[in-house]
């Protein structure tokens, strides 16, 4: 079972916008948080932004504070990542993920943002 599916990367220019869109399954969008993280080219996969089951408690990297925006919306069981003013360091894999019990379990398949300069 596919439980969570991952659209809206692409190129953009720097100081572009993109919105990814994570679709998930019911188990997926109840867990205790649900984030997105990243990975770009030779360097480790970072958290980027978190938001909790309620939507009332988010987390950002310091380095997208301002720029990036979590967001879910319970009637479709998805959760979003605005991003904005876009930079060629934001290239990277992105991909969402659900903390189950006992961490994040459940990924998704990525999604490519290639910021060009």
């Known amino acids: 079972q596919v439980h969570l599916v991952e659209s809206g990367g692409g190129l953009v220019q720097t100081g572009g916008s993109l919105r990814l869109s994570c679709a998930a399954s019911e188990r997926a969008f109840s867990s205790s948080y649900m984030a997105w993280f990243r990975q770009a080219p030779g360097k480790e996969r970072e958290i980027v932004a978190r938001?909790?089951?309620?939507?009332?408690?988010?987390y950002y990297l310091d380095s997208v504070k301002g720029r990036f925006f979590i967001s879910r919306d319970s009637a479709k069981n998805t959760v979003y990542l605005q991003m904005n003013s876009l930079k060629p360091e934001d290239t990277a894999i992105y991909y969402c993920a659900a903390n189950t019990p006992g961490g994040y379990n459940i990924w998704g398949q990525g999604t490519q943002v290639t910021v060009s300069s």
């Open positions: 938001i909790t089951r309620t939507g009332t408690s988010t």
